[in-house]
């Protein structure tokens, strides 16, 4: 398996391509070179976790996206020869280089090939004045370094006199310490930049430019509207396709690590199957199609939001055997009171393969299509509504206030919230009884770490480690209860700390009936041995000799150029000791 692994990583190290020029030929300010700044006491714990030299190359990998786009085709739709083909035509005037995983397990997974990062000239070398600039958020940047456009919600600050149509630089706002000891912008969104020193963040901005476009609209109006495209990304320090509406249903755009947990799950067609934490529903749907959409996985998430988007996506998809349900994953074993109805399927322990929640299963596509016609119909009511008012008035002026458009504003980065979502009914569950499950899947809440591009982690400290740690047992505890017998658990993380081992050594030395088992397939390095001490006494303890090779551990700075990644694969035996005390 590891020569599979060096086999993907030469496949993937040809990706990287030489620089168009050497960043040094313009001003270092007009760069792309940032510094990820931590907690002091928390790059001390990474250091003593990978040394200084390796964790030092981590966090700079963690400012940068992954070189390549990784695609999982949708199987029961299409195959990687067509999806190569229509993204060929797709992508023609990218001239994108596409090729197909060629790792066993992961023949419906393609690449798609980047390059960076490019050296841009802005303009400033020319004529010694600066660039017309566009200040933009963290997370909009982030966007952007994986492909996205610029659009308005994302843009914080301006320079004056920019119309529709200039090239502009597009440059990043990373939160600050402030006085009070946290972290801010501080930067008021509508604020003119001058170029000058005496902008807000001038110094902080210098080696934070993630490229130049096209202004789509002059200053006043991305400060007037909430919504739209504020600049067309033209030039960018990293190229990266996007797929913002590209072969929906027959593809889904996720990272490496993620696909190999489901596949790490080796579900079976005809089992049931628990996603615990399942938004935004990329593992749900691709543990389904690795069924053949033959069986039933209840996929359950307590935002009210994210159930509706796992309904949509499955859907899109054309899935059936998806069942979404709101519920707090702490809260994912029924706990009945003697009066209750035990004909309650949510928490009533199945027979017969499961054949009511397979109904249940099917019953959910017809219920979406429901959804969708009806917000199609609401769609075209309101449009038909605001013709006729914008008709009845239109030689009247409108007014919109400030505080309306931050209202508008919130909604567009936030959602439209609960009351107000389209088609807004989901399915809520009190649990399920205890070894319902076949197995289970707990890709659990975390400090998210490893994600790619991350241009921020100065808030994470070691108290919100050690909170993350509480939280996963918690979760894991309620797993352990719901799977049968002979069953599978698999637990992941997006991150790059110690949390994950710890929680291994935890479900090892709590429950005597859980053993690591072998994943496949295996690209992933070995995981973390030994133990770390706090100042305080606290020790956090990891692996012991010999499991490290049987947990996979994602490195982002290695040659496989993934995210930070954690997977174990958990086999459950049979003891009804253990399982009473953790549900005590």
């Not at 707990?442 to 993350?468: N, Q, V, W, Y």
């Not at 040659?559 to 997977?567: A, K, R």
């Amino acid at each position: 398996m590891k020569k599979k692994a060096w086999g993907l990583s030469k496949t993937i190290g040809s990706f990287f391509t030489k620089q168009h020029k050497l960043m040094e030929d313009f001003p270092e300010r007009y760069s792309y070179n940032p510094t990820q700044r931590w907690n002091a006491e928390l790059e001390s714990y990474f250091s003593n976790a990978y040394g200084p030299q390796n964790f030092s190359r981590i966090s700079k990998a963690l400012t940068r996206p992954s070189c390549y786009s990784c695609i999982r085709v949708n199987t029961l739709k299409t195959t990687p020869d067509a999806i190569i083909d229509k993204l060929t035509a797709v992508l023609k005037e990218n001239r994108a280089d596409i090729s197909k995983c060629d790792v066993a397990g992961l023949d419906n997974v393609v690449f798609v090939r980047g390059s960076g990062p490019h050296a841009i000239n802005y303009g400033y070398a020319a004529d010694g004045k600066p660039p017309k600039e566009v200040l933009v958020s963290r997370k909009c940047a982030e966007a952007v370094l994986r492909g996205a456009q610029v659009y308005v919600p994302g843009v914080l600050a301006c320079s004056a006199h920019v119309e529709k149509g200039e090239l502009v630089a597009v440059s990043v706002s990373v939160e600050q310490p402030g006085i009070d000891g946290g972290w801010g912008v501080g930067i008021t969104r509508g604020t003119v930049l001058q170029g000058s020193q005496t902008d807000p963040y001038h110094l902080e901005r210098s080696g934070l430019y993630i490229g130049q476009g096209r202004a789509m609209m002059s200053r006043s109006g991305m400060f007037r509207v909430t919504e739209g495209l504020a600049v067309d990304m033209s030039d960018r320090v990293f190229h990266l396709p996007s797929f913002r509406d590209v072969l929906e249903g027959q593809i889904f755009l996720q990272n490496l690590p993620s696909i190999i947990a489901a596949r790490a799950l080796d579900p079976q067609k005809g089992e049931r199957i628990l996603d615990m934490c399942a938004a935004p529903g990329g593992k749900t749907t691709a543990i389904a199609i690795l069924m053949k959409d033959e069986g039933e996985i209840v996929a359950v998430d307590r935002s009210h939001n994210k159930v509706l988007g796992i309904h949509k996506l499955a859907a899109e998809m054309g899935l059936s055997c998806i069942t979404p349900y709101k519920l707090d994953a702490l809260k994912a074993v029924c706990v009945r009171n003697e009066s209750e109805d035990l004909s309650d399927p949510s928490c009533a322990k199945d027979k017969d393969n499961h054949g009511g929640h397979i109904q249940d299963s099917n019953f959910m596509k017809s219920e979406v299509e429901k959804i969708e016609s009806i917000t199609f119909e609401r769609l075209n009511a309101e449009k038909d509504f605001k013709k006729a008012v914008s008709n009845e008035k239109a030689n009247e002026s409108s007014y919109i206030s400030k505080a309306d458009i931050r209202k508008e504003m919130r909604r567009k980065r936030n959602g439209p919230g609960r009351n107000q979502c389209l088609g807004g009914k989901v399915e809520k569950s009190k649990g399920f009884a205890p070894s319902s499950f076949d197995r289970v899947l707990l890709d659990a809440p975390c400090s998210a770490l490893g994600l790619r591009p991350r241009l921020f982690t100065g808030e994470e400290t070691i108290e919100s480690l050690r909170k993350h740690a509480i939280y996963q047992r918690r979760m894991f505890d309620q797993a352990v209860q719901l799977v049968r017998p002979g069953g599978v658990i698999v637990y992941s993380t997006c991150t790059i700390t110690g949390e994950n081992e710890a929680l291994v050594r935890y479900a090892l030395d709590t429950y005597k009936f859980l053993s690591l088992a072998p994943q496949y397939p295996r690209i992933g390095g070995p995981g973390l041995v030994g133990r770390f001490e706090f100042p305080d006494g606290y020790a956090e303890e990891w692996l012991r000799p010999g499991e490290e090779e049987l947990v996979q551990r994602f490195d982002p700075s290695s040659p496989l150029d993934t995210i930070g990644f954690f997977i174990a694969k958990f086999v459950v035996g049979s003891n009804e000791a253990d399982l009473q005390n953790s549900s005590s």
